[in-house]
């Protein structure tokens, strides 16, 4: 068996290593620009009007409607957005705050994609040979973006946790 040095494993590795760490910060960065540019809608009435009859289908978000009017919650919903994509962007100089803001950002993506289940018209379905299938509509396409926004979320708590743990050992 034919020996390798070291320096050669390395320097073969290191271009996908590059790419997990382009990857990474790309997924980040992107998640945080959506979420914050998400959020800062949120302060329109037109957002908020247009959010309103989504909010009410959710038994996760309804509730909102009995404690603040339709602006105000809006706005509530924009500020924990705004906070989880500021708290991720400091993922290079605070991990725990990355891990705070990957936890509130995947509590938001899996209330919006509760979505799918709890609004009228999100799916359609289809008999297809004596099978139904569900299919999502347009805004329930839109919705399902969530998927990759909550993996993406969940990637960022486990990358920072774990770089949290090695950094006490």
Do not use: A, N, Q, R
């Given at each position: 068996m034919e020996k390798t040095d070291l320096s050669e494993k390395h320097s073969a590795r290191t271009p996908y290593i590059n790419v997990d760490r382009i990857g990474f910060f790309v997924a980040l960065y992107g998640v945080s620009l959506i979420l914050i540019w998400i959020g800062a809608f949120k302060f329109h009435p037109d957002e908020a009007e247009a959010i309103s009859d989504i909010i009410l289908a959710s038994p996760l978000m309804s509730w909102?409607?009995?404690?603040?009017?339709i602006n105000q919650a809006s706005?509530?919903?924009g500020v924990v957005e705004i906070i989880a994509g500021i708290l991720l962007a400091l993922y290079p100089v605070s991990r725990k705050a990355a891990v705070a803001g990957g936890t509130i950002a995947s509590c938001?993506?899996?209330a919006t994609m509760s979505f799918l289940l709890t609004t009228p018209g999100?799916?359609?379905?289809?008999s297809i040979s004596g099978n139904t299938l569900a299919f999502?509509?347009?805004?329930?396409?839109?919705?399902?973006?969530?998927v990759v926004l909550l993996g993406v979320s969940l990637w960022i708590i486990s990358r920072s946790g774990s770089e949290i743990v090695h950094s006490h050992h």
């Open positions: 909102l409607y009995y404690i603040l009017d706005i509530l919903i938001i993506f899996l999100v799916l359609h379905t289809s999502p509509s347009l805004f329930g396409g839109f919705l399902l973006k969530d």
